[in-house]
């Protein structure tokens, strides 16, 4: 049995992102044809996984791509120059 994909389904990921377990407010959900797209940024690939892990184990019928980014948290190499 598949589920489908629709609003409520988006809004049901959408409150799980923001819960307690996860809490990242900056994770969009983006339906396309048959799957459901998690975009946004978090602090590091292990975060990033666990929010992925979470998100297909509670949905196993929903075709999910984790496409979340690392956010850059170390200082610059080089130094900025004002004139």
Same mark, same amino acid.
């Given at each position: 049995m @598949?589920? *489908?994909?629709? /609003?409520?389904?988006?809004?049901?990921?959408? @409150?799980?992102?923001?819960? &307690?377990?996860?809490? /990242?407010? &900056?994770?969009?959900? *983006?339906?396309?044809?048959?799957?459901?797209?998690? &975009? $946004? /940024?978090?602090? @590091? $690939?292990?975060?990033?996984?666990e929010i992925c892990r979470q998100i297909n184990e509670r949905f196993p019928d929903v075709h999910i791509v984790c496409d979340i980014g690392i956010t850059r948290a170390s200082a610059p190499s080089e130094v900025e120059e004002i004139s």
């Open positions: @598949s589920t *489908q994909l629709d /609003e409520y389904l988006e809004a049901e990921i959408q @409150s799980m992102l923001t819960d &307690g377990r996860i809490a /990242e407010l &900056g994770i969009t959900v *983006q339906r396309r044809e048959h799957l459901l797209v998690l &975009g $946004g /940024e978090v602090e @590091s $690939g292990r975060r990033r996984d």
